[in-house]
């Protein structure tokens, strides 16, 4: 059974870092695509960033890129999402999902993952 556990919320002032982390079971990160997607009450869920099964790929959203960074740790089963330079529009929930074998265009879609954590909730405050 595959579960998802984020952590490493909490509150930053504008221009600060936090470290989210993903603690993945039930699943190999060589058949499964990891991916971060965040929702602020009111809209979709947005893509933030993931990890490939194939060959550990990454993908950013273009409201991310270059200050977020998405990791992997194989031993530990964790998926790290770094985001420096954080701004008050990146408050949201945070989310990690896991999809088997997604092919690269599916993985910004957040309707192709089976699997999702329960949330961690980033502020950041201007």
């Known amino acids: 059974q595959v579960q998802l556990v984020e952590s490493g919320g909490g509150l930053v002032q504008a221009g600060g870092s936090l470290r989210l982390s993903c603690a993945a079971s039930g699943l190999s990160f060589s058949r499964y695509t990891i991916g971060w997607f965040r929702q602020t009450p009111g809209k979709e869920r947005e893509f933030v960033a993931a990890?490939?099964?194939?060959?550990?790929?990454?993908f950013y959203s273009d409201s991310v890129s270059g200050r977020f960074t998405i990791s992997r740790d194989i031993a530990k089963k964790t998926v790290d999402l770094q985001m420096n330079t954080l701004k008050p529009e990146d408050t949201a929930v945070y989310y990690c999902?896991?999809?088997?074998?997604?092919?690269?265009?599916?993985?910004?879609?957040?309707?192709?993952?089976?699997?999702w954590g329960q949330g961690t909730q980033v502020t950041v405050s201007s």
């Open positions: 990890i490939s099964w194939s060959g550990g790929k990454t």
């Open positions: 999902a896991a999809d088997q074998y997604l092919p690269e265009l599916a993985v910004t879609r957040p309707n192709t993952y089976d699997y």
